[in-house]
């Protein structure tokens, strides 16, 4: 939802004038995107999260057979670009369905066995993979105090197409 906010000046925080308070990442970046869309020079604004936090989502259980497959799985991507590289250069014998199969093979092994090095070398009784992100509490949209003003009013008409009104 938007919200006025108050302008708060801190220590190396970016100091430019808010225009507009949003309660995530994505209502941001679309509002953002409205200004870009109505001409304002967006270059002259920038995001800012506040009350940072990390989030981390646990994906399941650790274990070498997971850590080797997913090594595998990077390996096979790997191995398949190299091949198709080095298939370009192979001529005319049509060996490069044989460059592309070792690529494959060769890519799915290395990755493999850096997955499981990876794994025995990190884990330290771990036990669990997870992703972690950084959230914040709000987003605020900044800009130069010049085009502030710009800002917030087609942000309020971007307030008003969101609602429906």
Known sequence: MFRTAPTVILPG???????G????????QKAVGFL?????????AGI???????????????TALRAAGAGAATGLWFGLMAGLILSLF?????????FMAGGL?????????????SYWTTQRGRGFVSRQAVVADRYD??????????????LV??????QGG
Not at 13 to 19: I, K, L, S
Not at 36 to 44: C, K, Q, W
């Open 13 to 19: 925080a970016d100091q430019r004038p808010v225009v």
């Open 21 to 28: 308070s949003y309660q995530t990442a994505e209502q941001a």
């Open 36 to 44: 870009a869309d109505n001409g304002f020079p967006v270059e002259r």
């Open 48 to 62: 800012v999260g506040h009350d940072l936090r990390l989030v981390e989502t646990v994906l399941g259980r650790a």
């Open 90 to 98: 192979a001529g005319p014998q049509g060996s490069g369905l044989a």
């Open 105 to 117: 093979l060769y890519g799915a092994v290395f990755g493999a066995i850096f997955g499981l090095t």
């Open 141 to 154: 949209i900044v800009a130069d105090a010049a085009v502030a003003d710009d800002a917030r009013n087609l």
């Open 157 to 162: 008409k971007h307030n008003w197409r969101s």
